[in-house]
C-alpha cells in the first residue's frame, strides 16, 4: 500500500473535465488550513507535491494526483472562506453557498453553483472511491464540517473521516484531540445507521499514515 510515485495530473474546474482513464480516486475534502496539503505530502513523503498546483492566475477546483500510476488523489479547495480576493467561486464558496442554499434557501445564484459543480463532482464522479473528509481534532466540533459530513451521508457518498492535528496538545481550556474527536462522533451519530471509518492522523509525527494507506488499499481492492 506505499506510495512509490505522485504526478499532477491536472486541474479541472468541472467533474465533466477530469480524467476519464476509470481508475479509482479519492478526494480530499475540509475546512480551509484543517491540514489537506500537509496530509497529503505525509502520505507521498514529498514536500511539495499538493502545491505544485497552484499556478496564479488559474482557477483551479479538482486537482488530480496519479499514484504509483494507478489511483488518483484529488486535492479540493478548503472550504470555509474565500482563499482569493477575485478569484471566482471555488468549491470553498460553493460548499458553503451550497449549504445556505439547502438550509438557508439561498438565492438562484448559489443553486446553480451548487447544481453545477459540487454535486456534479460528488454526485457523477463514478470513479470516486470515498471522500476523505479531514476534520481538525484540535478544535471542538464545526457546524461546517457537521453539515458537509451529514449532507454527504444522506446522498449515500462513502467517506471517511480523517481527524488531522491529532499531535496538538490542549490549549490551556480546550479539550484533547480524542475528546474532540469523541463529541464530533457523538454530533453525528443519529445520522448513520453505521458509524464511517475513521483514523487519527497527524502529518507532523506521522500518526495514522500507514493505516490510511492500507485502509485506502483496501477501499480500491473492495
Ligand atoms: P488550504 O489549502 O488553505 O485549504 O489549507 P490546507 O487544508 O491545505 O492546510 P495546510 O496543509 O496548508 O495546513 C494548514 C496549517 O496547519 C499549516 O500551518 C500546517 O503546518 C498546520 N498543520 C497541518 N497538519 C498538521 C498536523 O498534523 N499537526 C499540526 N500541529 N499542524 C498541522
Ligand atoms: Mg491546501
Request: proline share 5%; charged share 25%; with cysteine.
Amino acid at each position: 500500500s506505499q506510495i512509490k510515485e505522485v504526478e499532477f495530473v491536472k486541474s479541472s474546474s468541472r467533474a465533466k473535465d477530469c480524467p476519464k482513464d476509470n481508475r479509482p480516486e479519492f478526494a480530499i475534502l475540509g475546512r480551509s488550513n484543517v491540514g489537506k496539503s500537509s496530509l497529503i505530502n505525509a502520505l507521498v513523503r514529498k514536500k511539495e507535491v499538493a502545491l505544485t498546483s497552484k499556478k496564479p492566475g488559474k482557477t483551479q477546483l479538482i486537482n488530480h494526483f496519479l499514484v504509483n500510476k494507478s489511483w488518483y488523489i484529488v486535492d479540493l479547495p478548503g472550504y470555509g472562506f474565500l482563499e482569493e480576493v477575485g478569484l471566482i467561486l471555488r468549491l470553498t464558496a460553493t460548499v458553503l453557498l451550497s449549504f445556505l442554499w439547502l438550509f438557508a434557501r439561498a438565492p438562484d445564484s448559489a443553486k446553480t453553483d451548487w447544481s453545477s459543480f459540487t454535486k456534479g463532482y460528488f454526485l457523477n464522479r463514478e470513479t470516486l472511491v470515498a471522500v476523505l473528509l479531514l476534520i481538525d481534532a484540535s478544535v471542538p466540533p464545526q457546524r461546517i464540517d457537521l453539515d458537509c459530513a451529514n449532507w454527504l451521508g444522506r446522498n449515500n457518498i462513502p467517506m471517511t473521516f480523517v481527524f488531522t492535528k491529532c499531535d496538538k496538545m490542549k490549549a490551556s481550556k480546550g479539550k484533547r484531540p480524542d475528546e474532540n474527536i469523541k463529541d464530533f462522533q457523538e454530533l453525528i451519530r443519529e445520522n448513520y445507521r453505521q458509524h464511517p471509518p475513521w483514523i487519527m492522523t497527524s502529518s507532523v509525527t506521522g500518526l495514522g499514515r500507514d493505516e490510511l494507506l492500507l485502509h485506502m488499499s483496501q477501499l480500491r481492492n473492495y
